[in-house]
């Protein structure tokens, strides 16, 4: 991951970035980087589970993504195999699912009206090993919050812009 401060790399990216005002649709977000969603879709249908103008804290110190409990198990329930760890649940206060290995996602983030998926490969954090059931762990956690938390799971499939003035946020495809 390169950083530049006070400018654009646009060796690292292709297309247009496309910019959506950075939002604070919580007092608590002032200090953070947070947008609206439009929506998350899973196999390319909406999630009835977010609804459009959440927000989202954009978090490079976080490794995965993490939503409301309501909000995750919901999503879950369009992942067949998928099923609550309660162990994990347990030891990280999160919920934390199970998700057979082999799992294809087909997981988008849509802001500012464009899509931007997530690279299947970045929706496991974690090989839960063959003795536990489901193999893998999957990267969006619920916890007991009221917004979206987007780390690098989804962070690390987009270039992004931060802008102070206007505060507002960029994104844009990666080069592969």
């Known amino acids: 991951m390169t950083n530049v401060v006070s400018g654009v790399d646009e060796s690292r990216f292709t297309g247009d970035i496309h910019y959506v005002p950075a939002v604070g649709g919580n007092p608590n977000f002032t200090t953070h980087w947070s947008v609206g969603l439009d929506a998350i879709t899973l196999g390319g249908k909406p999630s009835p589970a977010v609804k459009a103008g959440d927000p989202a804290v954009l978090d490079t110190g976080a490794t995965i993504i993490v939503a409301p409990r309501a909000t995750v198990a919901e999503f ?32 988008e983030v849509k802001i500012g009206g464009q899509s931007w998926p997530i690279d299947n490969s970045d929706l496991f954090f ?5 003795d536990v059931p489901g193999g893998c762990f999957g990267a969006i956690a619920g916890a007991d919050i009221n917004f979206w938390l987007l780390g690098d799971t989804f962070l ?15 994104f844009a495809k990666l080069k592969e």
């Open 76 to 107: 879950y329930k369009g992942i067949p195999g998928a099923e609550l760890n309660f162990l994990a649940q347990l030891m990280t206060g999160n919920d934390i699912y199970n998700v057979p290995c082999n799992t294809t996602f087909d997981v």
């Open 126 to 130: 974690v090989h839960a090993g063959e």
């Open 156 to 170: 690390k499939n987009v270039y992004t812009v931060y802008s102070y003035e206007p505060k507002q946020i960029g």
